[in-house]
């Protein structure tokens, strides 16, 4: 994600089965409604056949104060767009740790792990 003017604009698609559904419209009627499964990770590191790269195809010139967030769906999907927001105007290194600390201090059930890097544009 672009943190930028205090907003969080997503670079990438996620790789869940809840959207891959949708967009194969194969949705209806599978069960699927189940938030837990719809989060299910379809590609990722570690897969032993990593079959779906994403990347921003079009070039964007980063501006001064801009931040690039690099995280985990244990970061995306355990905390909202606010929560994220609201640590982001701290310096890169104090950001990540407390991003991960919120993620942790809501003991949700089924955390495995919270990843986050914080790349910050002078």
Same mark, same amino acid.
């Given at each position: 994600?672009?943190?930028? +003017? ?22 209806? +009627? ?34 001064? +104060? ?7 769906d244990g970061l995306f999907g355990a ?23 919120a993620v942790t201090a809501k003991g ?15």
């Amino acid at each position: 994600s672009l943190y930028r +003017g205090r907003s969080l604009l997503q670079l990438n698609r996620e790789h869940v089965l809840g959207q891959e559904m949708d967009e194969k419209q194969a949705f209806q +009627g599978t069960g699927l409604s189940d938030p837990v499964r719809r989060r299910a990770i379809t590609s990722h590191i570690g897969k032993e056949t990593f079959s779906k790269v994403d990347r921003n195809v079009n070039p964007f010139q980063l501006l001064r +104060g801009d931040k690039i967030l690099l995280m985990s769906d244990g970061l995306f999907g355990a905390l909202s767009e606010d929560e994220i927001l609201r640590e982001l105007s701290l310096p890169a290194q104090q950001a990540a740790n407390r991003l991960v600390q919120a993620v942790t201090a809501k003991g949700l059930p089924g955390q495995d792990n919270a990843t986050v890097v914080i790349v910050s544009y002078p």
